[in-house]
């Protein structure tokens, strides 16, 4: 099974959020790629099993430029799409927490629920990651 990790990140909360996803998945028997979005050159993404993406939200509830830019990119809709992502609550409270990954899983239809950060998944967080993974790769698996 491969799994593509693409991710978004200027101060590093969704970058972390990515490793720790990319390493779970790599324990787990994946093989991963990661993914800078905006950076490295463009992926097929065709070529995986699973597709996660990771965003952090912006200006408003905004999804960054450079995740619409990369979602153009990829030009369809796999329905392998697994969201996350981090946001800070004090930015608009809960009605813009982490809206980019809301916005993400309903066009992508995902058939997971986006897995929402509090800024550095480090400490008890790092559980909330665990357990969504979990989801999506039972998930996966009831599919295959
Ligand atoms: C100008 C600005 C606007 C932001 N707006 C939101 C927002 O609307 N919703 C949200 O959940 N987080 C918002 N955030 C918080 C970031 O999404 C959060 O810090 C995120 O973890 C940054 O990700 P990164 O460290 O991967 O770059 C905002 C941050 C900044 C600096």
């Given at each position: 099974?491969?799994?593509?990790?693409?991710?978004?990140?200027?101060?590093?909360?969704?970058?972390?959020?990515?490793?720790?996803?990319?390493?779970?998945?790599?324990?787990?028997?994946?093989?991963?790629?990661?993914?800078?979005?905006?950076?490295?050159?463009?992926?097929?993404?065709?070529?995986?099993?699973?597709?996660?993406?990771?965003?952090?939200?912006?200006?408003?509830?905004?999804?960054?430029?450079?995740?619409?830019?990369?979602?153009?990119?990829?030009?369809?809709?796999?329905?392998?799409?697994?969201v996350f992502?981090?946001?800070?609550?004090?930015?608009?409270?809960?009605?813009?927490?982490?809206?980019?990954?809301?916005?993400?899983?309903?066009?992508?239809?995902?058939?997971?629920?986006?897995?929402?950060?509090?800024?550095?998944?480090?400490?008890?967080?790092?559980?909330?990651?665990?357990?969504?993974l979990e989801?999506?790769?039972?998930?996966?698996?009831?599919?295959?």
């Amino acid at each position: 099974m491969r799994a593509l990790v693409a991710y978004l990140s200027y101060s590093g909360n969704t970058e972390e959020v990515a490793d720790f996803i990319a390493n779970r998945l790599t324990m787990d028997g994946l093989a991963v790629s990661m993914h800078r979005i905006g950076i490295d050159p463009p992926v097929f993404p065709s070529d995986y099993d699973f597709i996660f993406i990771g965003t952090f939200t912006w200006d408003q509830g905004s999804t960054p430029d450079e995740v619409k830019d990369f979602v153009a990119e990829i030009g369809y809709k796999p329905e392998n799409v697994a969201v996350f992502g981090t946001g800070d609550t004090q930015f608009g409270g809960d009605d813009l927490f982490c809206l980019a990954v809301d916005k993400l899983v309903r066009f992508y239809e995902s058939k997971w629920p986006g897995l929402k950060i509090e800024q550095s998944p480090r400490g008890n967080q790092e559980l909330k990651i665990v357990n969504w993974l979990e989801g999506v790769l039972e998930n996966a698996k009831a599919f295959a």
